[in-house]
């Protein structure tokens, strides 16, 4: 294949951006990471955004669990290897006490991984998910991302439970002229 | 000081914090001495000072305390950091600290071994930091961390090995727990209802 270079797709950030403020979202914790780097800068200049940066995503989670319990709209910016470090913490506290929090990462197992060393990432994030019975959606076109979001938190509010938007390489890259 | 000790010397100076609790006897012992719709039980090893911090920051207007345990905070000991950097003026650790794991045979932790959670909870960059070892250290101490406009952390150092039961079983599960809390928060003004689906949610255009 020949040799393809991407650079970040700003305006797609812009509309995730925009979208998570649709969304009501007012509180980020987050643990940064390359693929979602442009959403959390402009998460990070919003004023009426409080944002925390946790060491970890089970951490992040568990401030998210304690923020929404607590009257907070909370999301949780995060690669989405961070799935694998917060199985516990899901299962716990999303499904034992039914706490509930938006989550939004980056998608390795979306068409167009290009590391490797994501290969695990790819295999189990979303059986991850599945299997802890965590609804969870992927956006595959940019124009759906407003919609998919709000939906997202409302099942966030309504049902209780943590929800995660998986975000895959073409949304958020695109490829250099 | 023993465990209960310090519990009820917690429980007794409470009027209206908001407290999360971690795993094990603390629960037992807090529900036994003062049990309240906001006190949130039986958070698992690691979550409860995670847990506290979140909400903490979402209600600043309230204390929060989080009664957390040695070998829970061991766990997670990157949120003294995020505290640290992200300060939440409203809330305080109480770390019992008995230098083992109590619920299942008093294996000693990290802490039991001469970590210094204190130490480690100050290097982190928590301002207020306090390590007692009677009642009325501890009294003190809560009374003066809770009254500060910044993150406190108490060590309060309890005897370690067997101790009394108060209570068999908590007599609420894990979600009984949440939801009852969530209310409380409700009759305190701290938050609004719960969103639920009503009927004038879904309406037709005419």
Known sequence: MREKKFVYNLNNAKIIYNAIKSAGINFVIYVPETWTREILKLLLHDKDIEAVNATGEAEAMAIAAGASLGGKTPMVLMEGSGYGTSIYVLSRLGLMHHMSWLIMSSHAGGLGELGFYHWDIRLTAEPLLSTLLIPHCTIQRIDEAETLIIEAQLTVEGQKVPMAVLLPHHILWQEAK | ?206
């Open chain 2, 1 to 206: 000081m023993t465990h209960f000790e310090a519990v009820q010397t917690i429980a007794h100076r409470l009027t209206n914090e908001l407290v999360v609790v971690s795993v094990g006897y603390t629960n037992l012992e807090l529900h036994s001495v003062k049990d309240s719709k906001l006190n949130l039980y039986a958070i698992q090893m690691s979550l409860a000072t995670p847990v506290a911090f979140g909400l903490a920051k979402a209600i600043p207007s309230r204390k929060v305390i989080s009664l957390d345990g040695d070998g829970s905070l061991l766990m997670g000991l990157g949120i003294l950091s995020t505290i640290a950097t992200h300060p939440a003026k409203n809330l305080v650790i109480v770390l019992l600290d008995n230098g083992c794991y109590a619920a299942c045979g008093w294996y000693s932790t990290g802490s039991g071994r001469g970590s210094d959670l204190a130490g480690i909870a100050s290097a982190a960059g928590i301002p207020h930091v306090r390590t007692v070892a009677t009642p009325q250290d501890l009294a003190t101490a809560f009374d003066e961390l809770l009254g500060k406009d910044e993150p406190g952390f108490i060590r309060a150092k309890v005897e370690s090995g067997p101790q009394s039961t108060v209570l068999d079983q908590l007599p609420l599960d894990r979600l009984e727990s949440t939801f009852r809390f969530r209310q409380g928060l409700v009759e305190e003004g701290l938050v609004g209802q719960w969103r639920e689906a009503r009927l004038d949610h879904y309406t037709s255009p005419r």
